[in-house]
């Protein structure tokens, strides 16, 4: 673990190069495993209402893996009664809590909380009561942030791809991105709540974001999966924590 930052791994896009030829393989769970003997601290899925990568049975054997190895499975969800019910049912280490679209490619943006109050607060109480740790997946909005807070999540995710495409693109409102970020970061843990980072990081982008002090988490999966054609599913893991150190000890130098 990098300075107590932890790397969560996102198998989602194994399924999704299975899904694409009706097959067996590549296999999720043995992603999960891999990434685990890696170095990953958890491993992240997001089983969406479509299921165009993720499957119900997928989730099935990640629990079972994740709970073998006394690692954490984090299931990425949206607010639907089914949704609710397949992890009451399964009982994941925790829950983030994300918007869907279904004609989305990707998670576009972060969790409407404020909007959604009434609708989230319960499902986050409920879950805290069955022991599922909840994060919600939010922009770096000051008044998302207190929303968070609000409907009783511990944790929150900050959603830092605006900042990573700035990155790429060479775009000048980079520095304005990781700004917000880091005042979102340092005003959710004034609150008491965990901060974790994802979506869009790669070799890039991973070390301004990984030497922000109140992340403790950052949930990296495509970039990864893509990388692992080129060199290996295990050295790309091997790499990005290499990175995440680096960043963590210039930060405390």
Same mark, same amino acid.
């Given at each position: 673990?990098?300075?107590?930052?932890?790397?969560?791994?996102?198998?989602?896009?194994?399924?999704?190069?299975?899904?694409?030829?009706?097959?067996?393989?590549?296999?999720?769970?043995?992603?999960?495993?891999?990434?685990?003997?890696?170095?990953?601290?958890?491993?992240?899925?997001?089983?969406?209402?479509?299921?165009?990568?993720?499957?119900?049975?997928?989730?099935?054997?990640?629990?079972?893996?994740?709970?073998?190895?006394?690692?954490?499975?984090?299931?990425?969800?949206?607010?639907?009664?089914?949704?609710?019910?397949?992890?009451?049912?399964?009982?994941?280490?925790?829950?983030?809590?994300?918007?869907?679209?279904?004609?989305?490619?990707?998670?576009?943006?972060?969790?409407?909380?404020?909007?959604?109050?009434?609708?989230?607060?319960?499902?986050?109480?409920?879950?805290?009561?069955?022991?599922?740790?909840?994060?919600?997946?939010?922009?770096?909005?000051?008044?998302?942030?207190?929303?968070?807070?609000?409907?009783?999540?511990?944790?929150?995710?900050?959603?830092?791809?605006?900042?990573?495409?700035?990155?790429?693109?060479?775009?000048?409102?980079?520095?304005?991105?990781?700004?917000?970020?880091?005042?979102?970061?340092?005003?959710?843990?004034? *609150?008491?709540?965990?901060?974790?980072?994802?979506?869009?990081?790669?070799?890039?982008?991973?070390?301004?974001?990984?030497?922000?002090?109140?992340?403790?988490?950052?949930?990296?999966?495509?970039?990864?999966?893509?990388?692992?054609?080129?060199?290996?599913?295990?050295?790309?893991?091997?790499?990005?924590?290499? *990175?995440?150190?680096?960043?963590?000890?210039?930060?405390?130098?």
């Amino acid at each position: 673990m990098a300075g107590g930052l932890r790397l969560g791994v996102n198998i989602d896009h194994v399924a999704t190069v299975r899904n694409a030829r009706g097959e067996g393989y590549p296999d999720p769970v043995r992603a999960a495993e891999m990434a685990l003997a890696a170095g990953a601290d958890g491993i992240t899925a997001h089983l969406r209402e479509d299921r165009r990568h993720i499957s119900d049975a997928d989730i099935d054997a990640l629990a079972a893996t994740c709970r073998k190895r006394g690692r954490p499975l984090n299931f990425e969800m949206a607010v639907t009664p089914e949704m609710e019910a397949i992890a009451l049912s399964h009982l994941p280490h925790a829950a983030c809590l994300v918007p869907e679209r279904r004609e989305e490619v990707t998670t576009e943006g972060g969790l409407n909380v404020a909007r959604g109050h009434n609708a989230i607060a319960p499902v986050v109480r409920r879950f805290v009561d069955a022991g599922i740790r909840v994060s919600c997946f939010i922009d770096a909005d000051l008044e998302q942030v207190a929303a968070a807070k609000d409907v009783g999540s511990q944790v929150i995710e900050l959603h830092v791809g605006a900042f990573c495409q700035a990155i790429r693109e060479r775009a000048p409102e980079a520095q304005a991105h990781l700004t917000r970020l880091r005042a979102a970061a340092a005003e959710a843990a004034r *609150l008491g709540l965990e901060v974790h980072a994802g979506h869009g990081m790669d070799y890039e982008t991973v070390k301004p974001i990984a030497a922000i002090p109140e992340f403790m988490e950052l949930n990296i999966g495509h970039f990864l999966i893509g990388e692992a054609i080129f060199i290996g599913l295990g050295p790309a893991i091997q790499r990005m924590r290499a *990175l995440m150190d680096e960043a963590r000890a210039v930060k405390a130098a």
